[in-house]
Every structure is written in C-alpha cells, then in structure tokens.
C-alpha cells in the first residue's frame, strides 16, 4: 500500500496522483432487492446520473458498484486523485452522497452506520483490495481535466467567432490551432 500524506499506509495503486479503489463485501442474505433499490436511487442522484459530470466528491474520476455471484457480493471500484485520507475526508463531508452511500452499505455485512468514522475507515479498510494491476489512458487530475475542458469550449467559441479571424493569423497560435485541427 502507498503511504498518505500522514505516512500511514493506505490502499490501492497510484498512477500520477490518482490511485485505484476496490472494495469487496458480501450482501447481507436476503438483501439484495433492497440493495439494487438503493443502488437506483443513488444512479438517479444529482451528480451520479448518467451524463451528469458533478459528484460531490470532485476528486472521484469514476465510481461503479457491481453485484455478483447472485448477488451475494457488491464490488464498489473506484479511482480518486490525491491522498487516501482527503478522498475519505471528502466522503465524509459529502452530505447527500454520504447518505445514499449509507443506505447502500447498509445492505451488506459488518457494517454499522453512521456516524462514527472511524469505524467507517476501518470497515472500508477491511474490503480493500490492491488492484494486481491499474492503468489509466489520460493523464491530469480530474480539477486539471475539467479545466481542459472548459478553455477547449471557449477556444471553440474563439473559433467560431469571425471577428477572431485576424486574431488567430499570429504565428504563436500555430501549436494551438494545429491540435484544433484534429
């Protein structure tokens, strides 16, 4: 496990700053239907529907639960940037999300609720397990990522604007408009 920004060790691989997130737990019997209903409701949450790109943890690149093995077990995959500790601290204070994460968790054995966080850690700890491999396709954090895309959108808008045309004939912007070319 890598070590945090407080030297303890902590879980998954990193690559650049964002590191991987994998819990397994097992459904508590008899709770999968509550847990699929819970797991709907947070995919229908603000941030986490399909299309939308706002999760009130900023540092999440992707979450997915998955149910298996008849859904017996929950897989929870995730990849975050920075610190274990600061991701954990944001879930902490994620207010609507901490809940629909609680109403998930609460389907599955060995958990104890809110709001004792340490324990929480400490669960989540124990369903941990390293990825044996982790790679990503783009580099950047995900504030680096969003910002990429919104001076694309206003390039874009620079583009379209024909007042701009003089403008865009300076040789400096050569680089820029050759990858605007793509």
Do not use: C
């Not at 890598?2 to 060790?9: D, F, K, L, M, Q």
């Not at 958990?111 to 790679?135: I, M, R, S």
């Not at 950047?140 to 959108?153: D, L, M, P, Q, S």
């Not at 300076?170 to 793509?182: F, M, N, S």
């Amino acid at each position: 496990m890598p070590a945090s920004e407080t030297g303890t060790a902590r879980p998954g691989v990193s690559v650049g700053p964002t590191s991987e997130f994998s819990l397994f737990f097992h459904v508590t019997p008899g709770h999968g239907d509550a847990l699929r209903q819970a797991l709907r409701s947070l995919q229908d949450h603000p941030g986490y529907r399909p299309g939308d790109y706002n999760m009130a943890i900023a540092t999440i690149h992707e979450a997915r639960f998955v149910l298996f093995d008849d859904d017996t077990r929950l897989l929870f995959a995730t990849s975050f940037d920075g610190p274990w500790d600061a991701y954990m601290e944001d879930f902490f204070t994620s207010g609507p999300t901490l809940e629909l994460f609680d109403a998930v968790f609460q389907h599955v054995e060995g958990y104890e609720g809110l709001p004792d966080a340490a324990a929480v850690k400490e669960f989540v700890l124990g369903a941990q397990v390293t990825a044996a491999a982790y790679a990503r396709n783009y580099g950047g954090t995900v504030k680096e990522i969003r910002k990429a895309e919104r001076v694309n959108k206003a390039f874009q808008r620079v583009l379209d604007d024909p007042e701009a045309g003089e403008a865009l004939q300076h040789r400096a912007l050569t680089p820029l408009l050759d990858e605007a070319a793509d």
